[in-house]
């Protein structure tokens, strides 16, 4: 289970206090994969590094009982100046994770060949992408977040990727933010809104799509 009690996230800026999470509390069970839809700047990426674990929340709480992932399709978190290999070291070593199952999965999965000895902050933006999604199918979590969907490397690495992400939905239990109704319909049986700082539960997938959409065609209102 993933709780999230009287969540408040707050940064200071020029202009003064910027909250961009206000008070959210919500449960996501086990077995129902929740997408929540948001537009661009609505807070959806922090929400995910909060349950990750990679903020820490201005106030209250995130109760986690299980394994859960760092936010898929976010590399941000690699050591540039360590190897590929080295990073992948590091990874199994948080997570208490077999290094050398991981590591025959990633090479053979990601497709980097010597660059795994290289370091991180020498490869493309698609290689940081096929090494994080290679570590992040690699370990068994119980919970995975995804920050979109987005597709890495050319067609052929596109196909294996989706074939194994179908397979971990199986199994595991997703948590998807993004700003495309469609993602969400083709990968999540619920779905909240994200607006203003809170997260609107709705019962089905189809009317969380249809308040986020009257909610876009609406003007935006300034911050």
């Not at 349950?51 to 941000?76: D, H, N």
């Not at 096929?130 to 690699?138: C, D, E, N, R």
């Not at 690495?157 to 993004?178: A, N």
Request: aromatic share 8%; proline share 3%; glycine share 10%.
């Amino acid at each position: 289970m993933l709780q999230l009690v009287n969540l408040c996230k707050q940064y200071r800026t020029t202009k003064g206090v910027k909250t961009v999470l206000d008070d959210v509390t919500a449960s996501f069970p086990p077995g129902r994969n929740m997408g929540i839809l948001g537009r661009n700047g609505a807070g959806k990426s922090t929400l995910l590094q909060l349950i990750g674990g990679a903020e820490l929340p201005t106030s209250g709480k995130v109760l986690r009982q299980g394994r859960v992932s760092w936010p898929i399709g976010f590399s941000g978190g690699f050591h540039g100046s360590l190897t590929g290999r080295e990073n992948l070291r590091f990874i199994c070593r948080i997570y208490k994770a077999d290094i050398q199952k991981v590591t025959a999965f990633v090479e053979e999965f990601a497709e980097l060949g010597d660059y795994m000895e290289m370091p991180v902050n020498s490869y493309s933006s698609g290689m940081k992408g096929k090494l994080a999604f290679g570590l992040s199918m690699a370990i068994d979590f119980d919970y995975y977040l995804i920050d979109e969907v987005t597709a890495v490397g050319d067609a052929s690495f596109q196909r294996k990727s989706k074939e194994e992400f179908r397979r971990r939905k199986d199994r595991s239990t997703l948590l998807v933010v993004s700003h495309s109704a469609n993602t969400i319909r083709e990968h999540c049986d619920a779905a909240a809104v994200l607006e203003e700082g809170r997260l609107i539960p709705f019962d089905d997938v189809g009317s969380a799509i249809h308040h986020y959409e009257s909610l876009m065609s609406a003007p935006q209102r300034c911050q």
